[in-house]
């Protein structure tokens, strides 16, 4: 059974930085790829970024790209963000699915974790 959960989320300065972590269970990145999404209140789910895990290609949203980072070690997946923005503030998912930026193309969620971007 795939499980994922994420943490690291938390009240940061504009300007500051934080890493999400997300725990996959074992062998979901042997069969998966993982994605970043956030969701920020009323608005939708959007993509963050991507990695596949046959050879570890990344992919950003181009406007995320710069100052998000997402690498993999074993089962974990993280999401280094600097020069955060408030924008930036919004719930947190990682993903197990076929790839991409789009939420639909992931079968698999974790629970979220909070980002808040403020001064």
């Known amino acids: 059974q795939v499980q994922l959960v994420e943490s690291g989320g938390g009240l940061v300065q504009p300007g500051g930085s934080l890493r999400l972590s997300c725990e996959a269970s074992?062998?979901?990145?042997?069969?998966?790829?993982i994605g970043w999404f956030r969701q920020a209140p009323d608005k939708a789910r959007e993509g963050v970024a991507c990695?596949?895990?046959?050879?570890?290609s990344t992919y950003y949203e181009p406007s995320m790209q710069g100052r998000f980072t997402i690498s993999r070690d074993k089962n974990m997946v993280y999401l280094q963000m600097k020069s955060l923005k408030p924008e930036d503030t919004a719930a947190y998912y990682c993903?197990?699915?076929?790839?991409?930026?789009?939420?639909?193309?992931?079968?698999?969620w974790g629970r979220g974790t909070q980002v808040t971007v403020s001064p």
């Open positions: 993903a197990a699915g076929m790839g991409g930026l789009r939420p639909v193309d992931y079968e698999y």
């Open positions: 074992e062998f979901t990145l042997d069969y998966y790829a």
């Open positions: 990695i596949s895990t046959s050879d570890g």
